[in-house]
């Protein structure tokens, strides 16, 4: 629970209201901070005022939200040193109920204000908010834009990257029967001026591997939708083709991967398409990724295909 030390602002423990001559008080006393009676509001493009400061913790800096504990003599008597329990500063409660503040990401381009107690449920979807690094291989913490994350990719991932809408992904494994869990290939795509990351990997489902391709779009989710894609592998006379929409970056690798939404390959089809004596898996993947565009008198959607 984040607390905050205060030292201009009186802080109660026994009572659950204040009244106005003390909220009054702390109002008089800052009066730089105030627009109005009610609210303080910030515009976008602005840094917060120091009543936001107040009401961010020193340690992590995210906005404190009820309780809120005053912690100047460490809940402890100053004088005895026993224990006084948790003290909530109330006035400092009431006076985070009367804000109206901008989205965190204000800064990326947000514009939006909101009652203090609302950005955190905005701020959670904010369409602002950084992306993180869809890289599978390692737990990366990065975050940023899509540039940003593009060029990361590149230069501290080794990640291969290609320009057009068109693959062909080639996987051999000596030994099909050992597959570890995270056994992935990362490559990115440039087309139609977007960023998709291909993902091939196997994985233990079950008591058995299995091989899963699918396509994720560095973008949000509502621009995912605009996009489709098909994977395709087959030998012998046989094909298993997949078709779908590329999952936005926002999903993580892992929960795209659990819910099996791309192309899945059990072991045995998988050594089937790989030909010779099974003992080795030989997969080709070809695929492609197309624009949906809206036919305007129709009504329905057609695919643009890159050339």
């Known amino acids: 629970m984040a607390t905050i030390e205060i030292e201009s602002v009186e802080c109660f423990s026994s009572s659950d209201d204040i009244e106005d001559e003390e909220m009054q008080s702390l109002v ?6 105030f627009s109005s009676k009610n609210h303080t509001v910030v515009p976008s493009g602005i840094a917060p005022t120091s009543v936001h400061e107040l009401l961010e913790c020193p340690v ?3 906005s404190m939200y009820p309780p809120i504990h005053q912690t100047r003599v460490h ?3 100053p004088t005895c040193r026993q224990e006084l329990g948790d003290i909530r500063c109330l006035a400092l409660e009431k ?8 989205c965190r990401y204000y800064s ?3 514009p939006e204000i909101f009652p203090y107690y609302s950005k955190l449920k905005h701020e959670a979807v904010c369409n602002f908010r950084p992306y993180s690094c ?5 737990e990366c913490s990065v975050t940023g834009d899509i540039p940003f994350l593009v060029s990361h990719l590149k230069d501290d991932h080794k990640v291969d ?3 057009g809408c068109t693959f062909n992904h080639r996987y051999v494994k000596s030994n099909p029967r050992e597959v570890e869990n995270a056994t992935w290939m990362l490559t990115v795509f440039h087309c139609f001026g977007q960023y998709f990351c291909l993902h091939f990997e196997a994985f233990q489902l079950g ?5 899963m391709a699918f396509l994720r779009f560095m973008g949000d989710e509502n621009e995912s939708r605009n996009f489709s894609y098909s994977l395709e592998v087959g030998a012998n006379g046989r094909k298993l083709i997949w078709e779908g929409t590329p999952r936005s970056i926002r999903d993580s690798h892992r929960k795209v991967r659990d819910s099996h939404d791309g192309l899945v390959i059990q072991r045995n089809m998988a050594l089937f398409f790989s030909g010779g004596d099974r003992k080795e898996l030989k997969l080709r993947v070809t695929g492609r990724i197309w624009k949906e565009q809206q036919n305007p008198d129709a009504g329905a959607c057609i695919p643009n295909l890159c050339s």
Not at 207 to 211: C, K, L, N, T
């Open 28 to 33: 008089s006393s800052h009066p730089h901070l």
């Open 161 to 163: 990257m290609h320009t």
């Open 95 to 102: 006076v985070a109920e009367s804000l109206d503040l901008p």
């Open 75 to 77: 809940n402890r008597c």
């Open 207 to 211: 008591m058995a591997p299995v091989y």
């Open 60 to 62: 992590c800096t995210n």
């Open 134 to 138: 869809p890289y599978a291989g390692s």
């Open 108 to 110: 990326l381009g947000c």
